[in-house]
């Protein structure tokens, strides 16, 4: 198995506006995409990953020149990995809002001629697909391999496969879920409260002041990270430690070790992430809700899908546990649609869709593999979508 090695970002220009699930629209706009593999001659090996909450178009390899980041998902992604770039050709697309290229609130509002900041449209798991049919457009593919994505992305791949049925030819949903409970959209909103109340915030338009709500950002990434883990991991990993050999007796200063780890979690997140993006992004998890157009019924909802499904969960995720999963499968069976269950024995907790567990990516080579074979259908037409 290698590395897609270093790849080098394409800045896509999009003038057309793009019509908003709120009401509002965004005129000229960037998208950053990366690709990996080659595409073929009928454009039918194309798989697009969907990213979480703080990821990028950055999915494999190493950034070209002086930034060598390694992509989020380099261990499954590339020659002779679960995902093949041998066979197939990987597109990662930056969502708009985000904070790595793609246009959002740190660029300038060509309307007002200053930075959006949190004059930024609200976006949601919706409008980024229509932004990545876009994209697929852009490299003249009508139909999809395959859309893959977890957590987040895992809503985005559901999401493909609701609104453009035509366009894909598999959905692979891991540790994901068809709307949040009101736990995760509480833990949402404590996150962003932390962020909101934070002085240096300015009402989302920070970047007049030279300012970064660097405080609420931590505590932020904090309250998240607590929820990507299981309670056996962090017990493993950190236990009661003690930072020092003896009781400090301060409530201010550091004393156990999964208190630095938070801390150090918390800093380097705030060195890189932006404040108004965190907020729209964990709105867009808020909203996602395909089944409310449908009074609920997700049966009902899922009654327009045509491709066939994998879906993946862990047992120890408590924040989309395997329960959520079944939901979806249940209402895929009742539609008689073709789908695949994986429920994977793993300790780490929703964190477990980004490590390299093997009977976890055992499932997800032996699925990318089964697609690689496959005979291509004709595409369908794609007139009428959305």
Known sequence: MGSVGDVTPQRLLFDQPLPLRSGASIGEYELMVETYGELNQDRSNAVLVCHALNASHHVAGTHAGIDKSEGWWDNLVGPGKPLDTDKFFVIGVNNLGSCFGSTGPMHLNPATGRVYG????????????????????????????????????????????????????????????????????????????????????????????????????????????????????????????????ELGYSTHDIEFQIESYLRYQGDKFSEYFDANTYLLITRALDYFDPAR?????????????LCKYLVVSFTTDWRFSPARSREIVKALLDNRRDVSYAEIDAPHGHDAFLLDDPRYHGVLRAYFDRIAQEPVASVASVEGQP
């Not at 798991?125 to 895992?154: E, P, Y």
């Not at 931590?218 to 009661?240: C, N, Q």
């Not at 157009?293 to 899908?305: E, I, K, Q, V, Y």
Request: glycine share 8%; hydrophobic share 45%; proline share 4%.
């Open 118 to 245: 949190a004059d930024f449209p609200v976006v949601t798991v919706h409008d980024w697909v229509d932004a990545q049919a876009r994209v697929l457009d852009r490299f003249g593919i009508q139909q999809l391999a395959a859309v893959l994505g977890g957590s987040l992305g895992g809503m985005q791949a559901l999401d493909w496969s609701l609104r453009y049925p035509n366009r894909l030819r598999h959905c692979i949903a891991v540790a994901t879920a068809p709307n949040l409970s009101a736990q995760n959209i509480a833990f949402n909103e404590v996150a962003r409260r932390a962020i909101i109340t934070d002085p240096e915030f300015h009402d989302g338009f920070f970047y007049e002041h030279s300012a970064i709500p660097r405080r609420g950002l931590r505590v932020a990434r904090m309250i998240g990270h607590i929820t990507y883990l299981s309670d056996d991991v962090m017990e493993e990993k950190f236990g009661r430690q003690m930072r020092a050999a």
């Open 293 to 305: 157009a449908h009074g609920g019924d997700l049966s009902r909802t899922f009654a327009s899908a």
